[in-house]
């Protein structure tokens, strides 16, 4: 192999993305999925980076987690009661369905709006825009009264979910 291919990157090469470094890189692909080369067992232990761990460090992993377990409930609510949900805006509950098929397809859209944010302004008050955001759909969801507006809601609430994947 050539000195080039496969060294780690540095911030300031440039990629090479030639149609035959490419086919050298996926080529190489299945044969790192089943083995693991003895130098890189001692990077699979975590407890060093857990004890290097500030409490900094610690309070962005709890948010990121806290968030995450906000996210899984929403998502968890609205499926379990799907035909309350259903039955007071008057429509199927696979019209319901759909709503929580927009969350996933917006999340994208989400991490691509904060995701700028956060390269424009920094990572900390995009983040808690997020956040607001999310709070406010939330507690949104509760209030809404037609099925337009429960689409409505549930996309925004998608792109907000995204922004937190952004991060």
Not at 97 to 119: E, K, P, Q
Not at 150 to 166: D, N, T
């Given at each position: 192999m050539s000195s080039q291919s496969y060294s780690p990157y540095v911030e300031d090469e440039k990629p090479d993305l030639s149609v035959g470094a490419l086919v050298r890189y996926l080529a190489s692909r299945p044969s790192t999925l089943f083995t693991l080369p003895e130098s890189d067992t001692k990077r699979l232990n975590p407890i060093p980076p857990l004890r290097a761990m500030k409490l900094r460090h610690w309070n962005w992993y709890m948010m990121g987690f806290l968030a995450?377990?906000?996210?899984?409930?929403?998502?968890f609510v609205v499926s379990a009661s799907a035909s309350a949900i259903?039955?007071?805006?008057?429509?199927?509950?696979?019209?319901?369905?759909?709503?929580?098929?927009?969350?996933?397809?917006?999340?994208?859209?989400?991490?691509?709006?904060?995701?700028?944010?956060?390269?424009t302004w920094g990572r900390k008050w995009s983040y808690i825009a997020c956040c607001l955001c999310f709070v406010a759909l939330e507690i949104g969801m509760g209030f809404i009264t037609s099925y337009k507006q429960?689409?409505?809601?549930?996309?925004?609430?998608?792109?907000?979910?995204?922004?937190?994947?952004?991060r």
């Open positions: 995450w377990t906000v996210d899984a409930m929403d998502f259903a039955e007071s805006l008057n429509v199927t509950i696979v019209k319901i369905t759909w709503g929580m098929t927009l969350v996933l397809m917006f999340r994208s859209v989400g991490a691509v709006i904060f995701g700028t944010i956060s390269d429960f689409l409505a809601v549930r996309a925004l609430f998608g792109i907000s979910m995204g922004g937190k994947s952004s």
